[in-house]
């Protein structure tokens, strides 16, 4: 069965350094998504993207953030200069359209800020 | 007001139960309502789906949508040691991409 994949498991960074997290999704899927989850707390929307474009947003995901499909099949989420408060566990969704609920999503990328 | 209201728990009930897990939400606009399965340290799984009102069910799992009073369920029958998760209900905006969350509501079901 496919699945979403995403690298590395565990991050550790020190504050105001530069991570890219990366995310393999579902190879017929259009609609990619990142998003977040503190942890103890619930799963929040980071951003949407599709067709090389954001489509969607949420206030979390400001100029700290940015997201890249650099080749056919990876996506990315980069945060340029993390802060404590950033240490979550990141999960990549997809899906095959933007109106298709079944949103697949990888295993999460925790990362932890020193 | 929070999009989608759910409460925590955790919820311990004896293998062989009915489990009901509940969520309410504020916008009488949403139509999509899902309930994500989350085993620690993993990503959320897609257990169901529901549009508007009614009932769906899947095996043990049944999902209810009560539009008149913006109340979400998901019942599971026969509980199983397995089922011990985080429980999502979450709810898709219409005309938007994202996927809101309830907090989870953690479940131990014991053998």
């Known amino acids: 069965e496919p699945e979403v994949t995403q690298t590395p498991s565990h991050q550790v960074t020190q504050m105001g350094q530069e991570v890219i997290l990366r995310c393999v999704p579902i190879?017929?899927?259009?609609?990619f998504y990142w998003y977040r989850q503190i942890l103890g707390q619930k799963v929040e929307f980071l951003v949407s993207?599709?067709?090389?474009?954001?489509?969607?947003k949420s206030e979390i995901f400001d100029d700290q953030f940015s997201v890249e499909r650099p080749d056919g099949s990876n996506f990315t989420l980069k945060i340029r200069s993390t802060k404590l408060e950033d240490s979550a566990m990141y999960f990549c969704?997809?899906?095959?359209?933007?109106?298709?609920?079944?949103?697949?999503f990888g295993p999460g990328t925790r990362l932890t800020v020193l | 007001q929070k999009e989608v209201e759910q409460d925590p728990g955790p919820l311990s009930v004896p293998e062989g139960a009915i489990v009901s897990l509940n969520c309410t939400y504020s916008?009488?606009?949403?139509?999509?309502f899902m309930w994500y399965r989350q085993y620690s340290r993993k990503g959320p799984e897609l257990l169901m789906y529901?549009?508007?009102?009614g009932n769906k069910e899947d095996g043990r799992f049944t999902a209810q949508v009560d539009k008149s009073s913006k109340y979400i369920s998901l019942f599971i029958r026969d509980s199983q040691p397995s089922d011990s998760a985080t429980y999502l209900c979450?709810?898709?905006?219409?005309?938007?991409?994202?996927?809101?969350f309830g907090a989870g509501t953690r479940l131990f079901v014991k053998a």
């Open positions: 979450a709810i898709r905006p219409p005309g938007g991409f994202k996927t809101i």
């Open positions: 916008n009488s606009a949403f139509q999509y």
């Open positions: 529901t549009y508007s009102s």
């Open positions: 969704a997809c899906t095959t359209s933007g109106l298709n609920n079944e949103q697949f």
């Open positions: 190879s017929n899927h259009l609609y």
């Open positions: 993207f599709y067709n090389n474009e954001i489509s969607e």
